[in-house]
């Protein structure tokens, strides 16, 4: 079962930052969070993860709390190609399963 | 790197046939792939996953003799689902993970199933 929840959807207007939490309480020490994004009828593709510290790559942050019970994904610069449902995962220590949540349906508005 | 694909991209069967579908990691070795299906405006549920030479280990309420899967090498697993019947009608994912221990999941672009 998934291990998060995340809101059903969020609207961002195109050029500000989107803010997308994600709680995660009962997660273990060892145990990661993964963002990945699905653009419709396509495969998820990739964003971000981290176990402890705040992450940064090309594509967005990763913010967790000091007690990991909830993370934020920004995208700092939301354009409208990142308009997707977003799945924050935590992933599985023992056999690495992504158990997948509801996601939140991000519209990037003009 | 890290790519992922899959074939077909989109099946259309008549009920009562068998599918084969294929996932293959294009540029890397894969120690672990997972099989997922997604109904219509809904999120990935994971059938089952696939260690290369191992038998697969399915999830609960997924029956394994329906939807068989081999791993016979590192680049490739194979789905197939048997005796299809309409309500096997679905958009089926692959993953991979590297064999170097990093665990980031790559998603295939989906196979689409209808059953007639």
């Known amino acids: 079962d998934a291990k998060t929840t995340q809101p059903t959807s969020m609207d961002c207007a195109e050029g500000r930052a989107a803010n997308l939490p994600c709680n995660h309480s009962?997660?273990?020490?060892?145990?990661?969070v993964y963002w990945y994004r699905q653009i419709h009828s396509q495969g998820p593709q990739y964003i971000i993860h981290?176990?402890?510290n705040n992450e940064t790559n090309e594509m967005a942050s990763l913010i967790i709390t000091e007690d990991r019970k909830s993370s934020t994904l920004i995208l700092p610069h939301a354009t409208l190609r990142d308009t997707a449902v977003y799945y924050c995962?935590?992933?599985?220590?023992?056999?690495?399963?992504?158990?997948f949540g509801t996601g939140t349906s991000l519209t990037v508005i003009p | 790197g890290a790519v992922v694909s899959q074939h077909p991209s989109r099946v259309i069967c008549k009920s009562g046939t068998s599918v084969k579908i294929e996932c293959r990691s294009l540029d890397f070795q894969a120690t672990t792939m997972f099989w997922y299906r997604q109904f219509p405006k809904k999120s990935l549920m994971l059938m089952a996953t696939?260690?290369?030479?191992?038998?697969?280990?399915?999830e609960q309420g997924v029956e394994k003799d329906k939807f068989l899967i081999n791993h016979a090498s590192l680049t490739l697993s194979t789905l197939t689902v048997t005796s299809a019947h309409p309500e096997d009608s679905s958009f089926y994912i692959c993953?991979?993970?590297?064999?170097?221990?990093?665990?980031?999941?790559?998603f295939g672009p989906g196979t689409r199933l209808l059953v007639l």
């Open positions: 981290g176990l402890k």
């Open positions: 993953s991979a993970t590297r064999t170097s221990g990093e665990e980031t999941q790559y």
């Open positions: 995962i935590v992933r599985v220590y023992t056999g690495n399963q992504f158990y």
């Open positions: 009962t997660i273990s020490g060892n145990e990661y």
């Open positions: 696939s260690n290369e030479g191992s038998k697969a280990t399915y």
